[in-house]
């Protein structure tokens, strides 16, 4: 069962790199956000599966739990900013 | 910035969530010592909760429940909690947080006691650190009005 959690962790960090380009690339401010608000979620996803591996599942729920936090409010305050500044 | 969202959604959705996140951040702080986090990570969770607050409901309505003088008092809480139980052990006959002399005055054994003095620094960390973090944000957030 580890090769299989591996092999989902393996392929997720492949669409991170592919949310990175469009984060990097993106066309305006909107897909950048979008794009960096999905690495977020994909790290949450890989920190559990990295919990598996490890065998210690407890420890990485409390930390994937915080980024999914921090990523929520840290998207919402950037929008927000976005709004106030006029730009969308 | 500091006005009112004019989204529902968010509103309903950032006022049922912020309570949970606050006992979260209690959560990492009270186990810091078995468990990822600590004083400091609990800190950031919970000054992260008034932070969503201020976003989502305005400065106005956020600063009717938790004032400019009440952040200043926890403020100091915090660092009288984390100094406190330092200079009282430096006060006991040993060096600056050395929790094990704090038997003296707690009804415990010597390890127990350096196990309560360091959840009593986390905790006054945890105070102090949300304190700053909330005063910054709305510092920069008004432009240091």
Known sequence: MTEFFLGVGIGLCFLVFLCLYRGVFGPTVLN????????????????????????????????????????????????????????? | MT?????????????IFTPFIQIFALYVIMHGHHSPGGGFQGGVILGASFILLVITQGLDRTRRRFSQRLDTIFCSIGLLLYSGIGVLCLILGGNYLHYGKLSKLLPVAAAEARSLGILGVE???????MAVMYSIFSDIVTGGE
């Open chain 1, 32 to 88: 950048r956000l979008a794009g960096i608000s999905a690495i977020g979620t994909k790290t949450l996803t890989i920190l559990l599966l990295m919990g598996f591996v490890y065998d210690r599942v407890d420890m990485f729920m409390d930390i994937s739990m915080v980024y999914a936090i921090l990523n929520f409010i840290g998207t919402l305050a950037v929008a927000k900013y976005l709004e106030t500044k006029g730009e969308v």
């Open chain 2, 123 to 129: 905790i006054g960390v945890g105070i102090g650190v």
């Open chain 2, 3 to 15: 006005r009112m969202t004019d989204d529902v959604i968010i509103k309903t959705v950032c006022r």
